[in-house]
């Protein structure tokens, strides 16, 4: 059990194939979603949610590190002053739990809404996305 509002990658609506995999351990659900290193630009996941209550969310990222992975993994969180794209690292062991990254506190509204966009553009190696986790403060 995570704290939180936990998404799985399969509670994110897909655009382009992502194949899921089992292969590196440490995946939240059944598996995770990958790009298969293929695509690139033309793929993208987007995760909504209900927000429960408006506040400050840590908005995290959940991926399996592995060397073949992509060292600049573009996220967009969409909040309620914009958005605002990080670049995530996934050959990097997830600093929480190694198994999440945070991509920043940002103020959400409550409601339902798109949260999350990670796109394959640009990327250098394989894309994979596990889950997202909103923590209200």
Do not use: M
Not at 6 to 11: A, F, N, S, Y
Not at 32 to 37: G, T
Not at 45 to 52: D, G, H, Q, R, T
Not at 53 to 74: I, M, S
């Amino acid at each position: 059990k995570l704290a939180g509002l936990v998404l799985d990658d399969t509670d994110a609506v897909a655009v382009g194939e992502w194949p899921v995999s089992s292969s590196v351990a440490g995946f939240i659900g059944r598996g995770y979603a990958h790009d298969a290193n293929e695509g690139k630009g033309r793929k993208r996941l987007e995760f909504s949610a209900k927000v429960p209550e408006a506040g400050r969310y840590d908005v995290r990222l959940a991926y399996t590190p592995n060397p073949n992975r992509a060292t600049n993994v573009p996220v967009t969180i969409h909040h309620r002053e914009g958005e605002q794209l990080v670049r995530v690292d996934e050959k990097r062991t997830p600093p929480i739990d190694k198994r999440f990254v945070s991509l920043g506190k940002f103020l959400l509204d409550a409601g339902s809404r798109r949260i999350v966009t990670v796109t394959t553009e640009d990327t250098d190696g394989h894309v994979v996305v596990d889950a997202i986790q909103l923590i209200r403060e």
